[in-house]
């Protein structure tokens, strides 16, 4: 490897050295990630992974993929790195869990203008974080420079994960009834989407991301770039114990667009607002960019990053098994026998 070097392709904008430093530079973060059935280290061209089938009759994989969208644009702004990888990790693995699986491995791609090894290895710290609050492996993944295509200091990034659940566990829709109970568990905050308007609210090209909000008890950047929750232990843990009817991942598209992709035809979440607990950053993206009740909840979490639908007499033993996994989880509605979606009330 260290006679791989062309002076040719540098002079086209693509360092192909500052790759290799790169992934020398992440290895210690993907180490982290280990996990039984990892049978490949990163270098090679594809990841290798084995999974554990005993006590498992009919294994079906589960697969997510997602990016970050326009956060990064909050990174890149305060030159902080470390955390948008967990975001990514978290848009992947929330997903798969919603099927009741268990994420095995992930794979990240990077696209950036220029490489720097350091900027890319911050971005892998935080996909081996969001690894490791997953409980998945991160077993590849793929830097790719873009020189004439991307500023040089402009990155994105994407990826994708895999998950397995016995078919017998699959969590489908179908076992959702009238009367169930929904349990919220909170965001921490914004999380991954919205950006393109939370940008266009606070003129994000010249805020000032430092400065102190006394709405907010920390600056707006500290606000913003706060990474996405993971729920995937809490889940995995409540599933063992209870049969969990539903589960929705409330991503782009808030409330109304995220809530009744677990319902079934003709069923509707009634949820009580009052007992909603709604971080302080919605308040001021609401005031700044003057917007309706209505567009809030239909793009925002509104701090609720997941939604767990179960039957009415398994709601406090619930309750206390996501409590017991660090979730503040609390309950926020009900099932109900309506073909409107969503009822906020």
């Known amino acids: 490897m260290t006679k791989s070097h062309s002076e040719a392709y540098a002079s086209a904008g693509v360092d192909i050295t500052a790759g290799y430093k790169a992934v020398q530079l992440m290895k210690g973060h993907i180490a982290k ?34 990016g970050v969208g326009t956060k990064i ?9 470390d955390t948008i990888g967990q975001d990514c990790v978290a848009m992947c693995v929330n997903d798969i869990v919603c099927s009741g699986a268990r994420p095995l491995f992930f794979l990240d791609y990077i696209a950036i203008g220029k490489n720097d090894p350091e900027k890319v290895a911050d971005i892998v710290k935080g996909v081996a974080e969001g690894c490791v609050l997953s409980g998945c492996a991160l077993i590849g993944g793929e830097t790719a420079e873009h020189p004439g295509v991307m500023k040089e200091d402009d990155y994105d990034l994407a990826g994708f994960s895999v998950g397995m659940v016995d078919r017998k566990n699959i969590i489908d829709k179908a076992r959702v009834k009238a009367g169930d109970k929904v349990i919220a568990l909170p965001s921490s905050g914004v999380h991954s989407n919205g950006f393109s308007l939370v940008r266009k609210v606070f003129d994000i090209e010249n805020a000032d991301l430092n400065a102190y909000e006394e709405e907010l008890g920390e600056s707006l950047g500290e606000a913003l770039l706060r990474p996405t929750r993971i729920y995937v232990k809490a889940v995995n843990a409540l599933a063992e114990q209870i049969c969990i009817h539903g589960l929705s991942h409330i991503t782009g598209g808030g409330f109304y667009e995220n809530m009744p992709r677990c319902l079934d035809e003709g069923q509707s979440v009634k ?12 308040e001021l993206i609401q005031k700044h960019g003057n917007i309706s009740d209505h ?16 039957a009415p007499e398994d709601t406090e033993k619930a309750l206390q098994i996501l409590k017991e ?15 409107e979606g969503v009822i906020l009330q």
């Open 73 to 81: 644009r909050i990174a890149q702004l305060l030159d902080r790195h």
């Open 271 to 282: 949820i009580d607002r009052s007992a909603l607990k709604i971080p302080k950053i919605f």
């Open 325 to 339: 996994q660090g979730e503040d989880a609390y309950l926020a509605g009900e099932v109900v026998e309506s073909g």
């Open 295 to 310: 567009d809030m909840f239909n793009t925002f979490n509104m701090g609720v990053g997941m939604i767990v639908i179960v």
């Open 33 to 66: 990630t280990n996990i039984p059935g990892v049978l490949s280290d990163i270098g090679g061209f594809g990841g290798l992974f084995a999974p554990d089938l005993k006590n498992i009759e009919e294994p079906v994989f589960v697969s997510g993929t997602d």
